[in-house]
Nanobody, 124 residues
Framework: QVQAVESGGGLVQPGESLRLSCAVSGLTGGSRAMGWFRQIPGKEREFVARISWDGGVISYSDSVEGRFTISRDNLKKMVLLQMNNLKPEDKAIYYC?????????????????WGQGSQVTVSS
């Protein structure tokens, strides 16, 4: 069974940083992109960042470009999201996403497995 377990969420003030981690287990076969999505209650889950299986292709949403950094460690089977200069509008539940085999992780439709979600709250 594939599981993606997130950690690192919490409460911070605007301008502060958090690092989210996602550890994936039970995943075998195929190369998969990984990424992060976030969701505010009552709104659609939205793309935040993605990284290809080899780390060579990285994309961010416009809202986080320049502030967030995604990385992955294939040996540890982990994907990380460093979130700097957090803003109140970044408050959401963040979900680790494991993409479909050999496919670009460009939307929720491209996700095979989700993490349980990690709350990020940015408030003064």
């Amino acid at each position: 069974q594939v599981q993606a377990v997130e950690s690192g969420g919490g409460l911070v003030q605007p301008g502060e940083s958090l690092r989210l981690s996602c550890a994936v287990s039970g995943l075998t076969g195929g190369s998969r992109a990984m990424g992060w999505f976030r969701q505010i209650p009552g709104k659609e889950r939205e793309f935040v960042a993605r990284i290809s299986w080899d780390g060579g292709v990285i994309s961010y949403s416009d809202s986080v470009e320049g502030r967030f950094t995604i990385s992955r460690d294939n040996l540890k089977k982990m994907v990380l999201l460093q979130m700097n200069n957090l803003k109140p509008e970044d408050k959401a539940i963040y979900y680790c996403a494991v993409g479909r085999k050999l496919m670009r992780l460009d939307s929720t439709m491209s996700v095979d497995y989700w993490g349980q979600g990690s709350q990020v709250t940015v408030s003064s």
